[in-house]
């Protein structure tokens, strides 16, 4: 190969990349791609890295990190992707996969490994796989898309930004009211975070009330996760400190599940819980019992409420449908609206639009911003993805310095 040839390849979330990938590794390319045969390949995805924390942690076979302390999964996002791909370049292959490289990464973190990628190209063929058309890079040449077979499909536009979608049907109203009598939900004064006295958060000072809409931003690293672990109440650090969830001061003798039945969560990963055959309308009505399925006879009343839901929806046909055979993007509006057949007092949402294509994430954002007018539920969204359609009432953003993050809260 005398001259390194790029592709960018657009996916949505009925591409099936692992029989395109398996193919290009394997030398079974197309016409397109011929030149790739018996060529080494490598590829860079979240479930390479994966697999490398495993090995990590399971074996404590240290493949990409043998010359630092840190471990792979204590890293951010940003991080890990660096330092594999840079593993991954150290091997010389003759071509790289990029699987959604730009997931999870906030600006600085995209720009340094645009950088990286820009710098090796004359040297090596890099395929990059998206689902969304922002991440494209100007030096790839060639442009594809994926069928649901894993077939590339050559092509030289990309099509238009999808519309917003509209949904019709008015948010429906709970079984049973989380009644909580005051205004504020969560509270932090002053928090501080720190790990093995490395500093995380500093003089966390943020307030969350009844009913607003709040977007938590910050670059990878910056503290979010250990924010929201706290909102949870799956991080101790709270002890101690001016942290009140719902009205108790943490540490007060409140527990785990006090907090947990006035939050709806929904990250990508829960999704991947779901290994069992339950429909659609069972995932729903399994929301009332935070189970993982339907295991119990669901009351007259709980089927209504999950009828109503899916003609918000728009998927009333699909309710006896098996979820796992859903597409990704419908796989999410069905778990927000699981995590929402309560109407909880606060609804976290963590990366949400993760792996999803254009038209699904302004599907799920149209989904968002409509629970938010309609419902009384406060709702968290954390995302390093700018999603235009977003509407926001307030960002709270982390800003990272030496001591520590700290927050600075804005109205919109």
Same mark, same amino acid.
Request: charged share 25%.
């Given at each position: 190969?005398?001259?390194?040839?790029?592709?960018?390849?657009?996916?949505?979330?009925?591409?099936?990349?692992?029989?395109?990938?398996?193919?290009?590794?394997?030398?079974?390319?197309?016409?397109?791609l011929k030149y790739l045969k018996n060529l080494q390949g490598a590829v860079l995805s979240k479930s390479k890295i994966d697999a490398l924390i495993q090995e990590e942690e399971l074996h404590d076979l240290k493949i990409v990190t043998r010359n630092i302390s840190q471990s792979l999964?204590?890293?951010?996002?940003?991080?890990?992707?660096?330092?594999?791909?840079?593993?991954?370049?150290?091997t010389k292959p003759d071509f790289l996969i990029l699987d959604n490289p730009f997931d999870n990464l906030d600006l600085k973190s995209k720009e340094n490994l645009t950088k990286i990628l820009e710098k090796n190209a004359s040297k090596i063929s890099f395929i990059l796989l998206i689902?969304?058309?922002?991440?494209?890079?100007?030096?790839?040449?060639?442009?594809?898309?994926?069928?649901?077979?894993?077939?590339?499909?050559?092509?030289?536009? $990309?099509?238009?930004?999808?519309?917003?979608? $509209?949904?019709?049907?008015?948010?429906?109203?709970?079984?049973?009211?989380?009644?909580?009598?005051?205004?504020?939900?969560?509270?932090?004064?002053?928090?501080?975070?720190?790990?093995?006295?490395?500093?995380?958060?500093?003089?966390?000072?943020?307030?969350?009330?009844?009913?607003?809409?709040?977007?938590?931003?910050?670059?990878?690293?910056?503290?979010?996760?250990?924010?929201?672990?706290?909102?949870?109440?799956?991080?101790?650090?709270?002890?101690?400190?001016?942290?009140?969830?719902?009205?108790?001061?943490?540490?007060?003798?409140?527990?785990?599940?006090?907090?947990?039945?006035?939050?709806?969560?929904?990250?990508?990963?829960?999704?991947?819980?779901?290994?069992?055959?339950?429909?659609?309308?069972?995932?729903?009505?399994?929301?009332?019992?935070?189970?993982?399925?339907?295991?119990?006879?669901?009351?007259?009343?709980?089927?209504?409420?999950?009828?109503?839901?899916?003609? $918000?929806?728009?998927?009333?046909?699909?309710?006896?449908?098996?979820?796992?055979?859903?597409?990704?993007?419908?796989?999410?509006?069905?778990?927000?609206?699981?995590?929402?057949?309560?109407?909880?007092? $606060?609804?976290?949402?963590?990366?949400?639009?993760?792996?999803?294509?254009?038209?699904?994430?302004?599907?799920?954002?149209?989904?968002?911003?409509?629970?938010?007018?309609?419902?009384?539920?406060?709702?968290?969204?954390?995302?390093?993805?700018?999603?235009?359609?977003?509407?926001?009432?307030?960002?709270?953003?982390?800003?990272?310095?030496?001591?520590?993050?700290?927050?600075?809260?804005?109205?919109?």
């Amino acid at each position: 190969m005398t001259k390194s040839k790029h592709w960018t390849i657009y996916i949505d979330n009925s591409s099936d990349t692992r029989t395109f990938i398996n193919s290009v590794l394997e030398s079974e390319t197309s016409t397109a791609l011929k030149y790739l045969k018996n060529l080494q390949g490598a590829v860079l995805s979240k479930s390479k890295i994966d697999a490398l924390i495993q090995e990590e942690e399971l074996h404590d076979l240290k493949i990409v990190t043998r010359n630092i302390s840190q471990s792979l999964k204590s890293m951010s996002s940003g991080e890990q992707r660096k330092l594999v791909l840079e593993y991954l370049l150290g091997t010389k292959p003759d071509f790289l996969i990029l699987d959604n490289p730009f997931d999870n990464l906030d600006l600085k973190s995209k720009e340094n490994l645009t950088k990286i990628l820009e710098k090796n190209a004359s040297k090596i063929s890099f395929i990059l796989l998206i689902s969304r058309k922002s991440d494209a890079l100007s030096f790839i040449e060639n442009h594809g898309s994926l069928t649901c077979e894993g077939k590339l499909i050559q092509h030289f536009k $990309v099509t238009a930004n999808v519309g917003k979608k $509209v949904f019709f049907h008015q948010i429906p109203k709970p079984l049973i009211d989380d009644y909580y009598e005051h205004s504020v939900l969560i509270e932090f004064k002053y928090v501080h975070v720190s790990f093995n006295d490395v500093p995380i958060l500093r003089n966390i000072h943020w307030t969350i009330s009844k009913g607003e809409f709040w977007q938590l931003k910050g670059a990878n690293g910056s503290g979010k996760t250990t924010l929201l672990s706290m909102i949870t109440g799956e991080n101790n650090k709270g002890y101690g400190q001016e942290l009140y969830l719902f009205g108790n001061k943490k540490g007060s003798g409140e527990t785990i599940w006090n907090i947990k039945k006035h939050l709806g969560y929904y990250s990508p990963t829960l999704t991947h819980n779901f290994k069992g055959h339950h429909s659609v309308e069972q995932m729903l009505i399994s929301g009332f019992t935070d189970s993982i399925g339907l295991y119990q006879l669901p009351t007259e009343q709980q089927i209504n409420l999950a009828d109503q839901w899916l003609s $918000v929806l728009n998927m009333k046909s699909s309710k006896n449908i098996l979820f796992s055979d859903l597409t990704a993007g419908h796989q999410r509006l069905v778990m927000v609206a699981r995590a929402m057949i309560k109407q909880p007092l $606060v609804l976290l949402l963590d990366e949400p639009t993760e792996n999803l294509d254009d038209k699904s994430a302004m599907l799920f954002v149209s989904l968002i911003n409509k629970i938010a007018k309609e419902s009384t539920t406060s709702i968290l969204y954390v995302s390093h993805r700018k999603e235009e359609a977003l509407e926001p009432q307030f960002i709270y953003e982390l800003q990272k310095t030496d001591l520590g993050s700290v927050g600075l809260a804005v109205k919109i």
